[in-house]
């Protein structure tokens, strides 16, 4: 009877397995942190916008976290008058009326934003960024990022292991 021993050494197809199972726990990972915002914890944001290149580029991925002192060039997240997400720099702050007001830019503007914003608006201070994970998370959002992300490696993982039984099958029967 032959004796079965798993070969051992560098395997390609193994290698490419582990790449493509790390490349999609990082995806599914940052898409449930991101849907996860449990108050005064970190947030993950898509950057969507080049106001704030060359600091943050668009499709950079950026971590944030509330903070209790925020100063003049912190670059914070914040609700703005049309309740949208907003990254920029804070400029100034000045007190008028017992009032805090925060004026913020982004880095690529060449004005200040329209309205100045109250600590009530931050959401956070940007803590990390992580330059283009933010494009991979976004195109696997898409049907072309499903089939090129999941499914086709998928169906390569089980074509792989249909190839393995068979061979097996094929030694066991060859007798």
């Given amino acids: 009877m032959k004796n079965y021993k798993k070969k051992q ?21 940052e898409m449930l942190i991101s849907k996860i915002n449990i108050k005064g914890s970190f947030q993950t944001l898509l ?12 499709g950079d991925l950026i971590v944030i976290k509330p903070d209790k002192n925020y100063k003049a060039g912190d670059i914070i997240t914040f609700n703005n008058s049309k309740n949208q997400k907003v ?9 008028e009326n017992n009032i805090q007001k925060i004026y913020t830019k982004g880095d690529a503007n060449k004005v200040l934003d329209d309205a100045y ?17 933010g494009k991979l998370v976004f195109f696997s959002k898409t ?10 490696p998928a169906l ?20």
């Fill in 87 to 95: 990254t920029h720099r804070i400029v100034n702050i000045k007190t």
């Fill in 143 to 152: 049907l072309p990022g499903l089939v090129v992300l999941v499914l086709f």
């Fill in 117 to 133: 914003i109250s600590t009530s608006n931050i959401i956070g201070k940007v803590n990390y960024q992580i330059p283009y994970l």
């Fill in 9 to 29: 050494g560098f395997n390609l197809w193994t290698l490419f397995t582990w790449i493509i199972t790390f490349i999609l726990l990082v995806v599914a990972g």
């Fill in 47 to 58: 950057v969507q916008s080049g106001s704030m290149s060359p600091t943050i580029k668009t």
């Fill in 156 to 175: 390569l993982i089980v074509l792989g292991e249909f190839k393995k039984i068979f061979k097996d099958l094929s030694e066991i029967f060859s007798y």
